[in-house]
């Protein structure tokens, strides 16, 4: 397995609540513009959470470790955006994408002298979670991400099992744009097949009861020529592709709901700094077996991420139900 794909997606984590003064609370807002010029100047400890401003769709949470924010997107709209404290020296906070795994709002850490982590929500098995914590200004975890108190309790109640978190060493704010290609959801009317040759290996699994139901996340693996669909955490499709591979950088795109559908699109990697946010076109332009694309298609919905990579998919690295992608050296476990 690719160095790469190992630091995507474990590290240990834990950390103790301030005995000090209650968490600051969340600034009033309504609108964006507002929203937006309030996320600025945010000190440690505050916050802004209006998911008024969309009422639903799908939530993507956006965590940057280089400015030391997490972003929250419902529908492709920004609602809301909190200081965190990520991972210290020795115990960096991992940078990968995510599905939550578990909810708890009562948790204590197994590893850390049952230190409390209320309002967890696990994003691997081997102790990785957004949780309520102390936030010094900088990086203080054990590799959890850190959020204020009243921050978590609201986070809690708008994100659902299975929702998906980014987490990047540094980026560009998140772009939107149409859904098109092989990757257009399945639209009466609207869309149509792209027209464009197969993969030269026509053979494709595809077994949607090995899990029936749950988020969906799609790897494209540029390195492999390989496409993988999970639902659920668990492999349900496979297939060979042609893809025109364009940059080392790896992105991420959550599917936004609505009349038209968008992708919400960011780099991730594993280095502080800014990542790029790049053109998709040829990969939403890729050579797959019509069948496949058609069975793909039938399960692209609001909420779907589709993660672009050169990391391998090899059968050693997904199928496992704990992250979009999965890991094989952590030892630690909350």
Known sequence: MSSFLKALLLAACAAALPAGPALAQGAPTSAQLKLAKQAEKLKPGEWVLRPEIAPEGPVLVYVDLGRQRATVYRNGVRVGVSTISSGKEGYETPTGVFTILEKDQDHRSRTYDNAPMPYQQRLTWMGVALHAGNLPGYPASHGCVRLPMAFAKKLFTITPMGGT??????????????????????????????????????????????????????????????????????????????????????????????????????????????????????????HLPEAFVKDMRSVIGPGTTVLVTQASVSQDTTGRQQTVMDADDGKKTN
């Open 165 to 286: 978190v980014v987490i990047a060493g540094g980026s560009e704010d998140p772009v939107k744009r149409e859904a098109a290609g092989v990757l257009a959801p399945p639209m009466a009317g609207v869309t149509s097949m792209p027209i464009m040759p197969t993969a030269p290996d026509q053979q494709f699994s595809w077994r949607p009861d090995a899990s029936p139901t749950g988020p969906v996340s799609i790897i494209i693996s540029t390195g492999d020529q390989q496409v993988v669909v999970l639902r659920n955490g668990k492999e349900i499709g496979r297939a060979k592709a042609v893809v025109a591979q364009q940059t080392t950088e790896s992105q991420v795109m959550t599917l936004s709901g609505g009349p038209k559908p968008q992708w919400i699109q960011v780099g991730v990697k594993d280095l502080a700094e800014p990542n790029e946010i790049i053109s998709t076109e040829r990969v939403e332009q890729m």
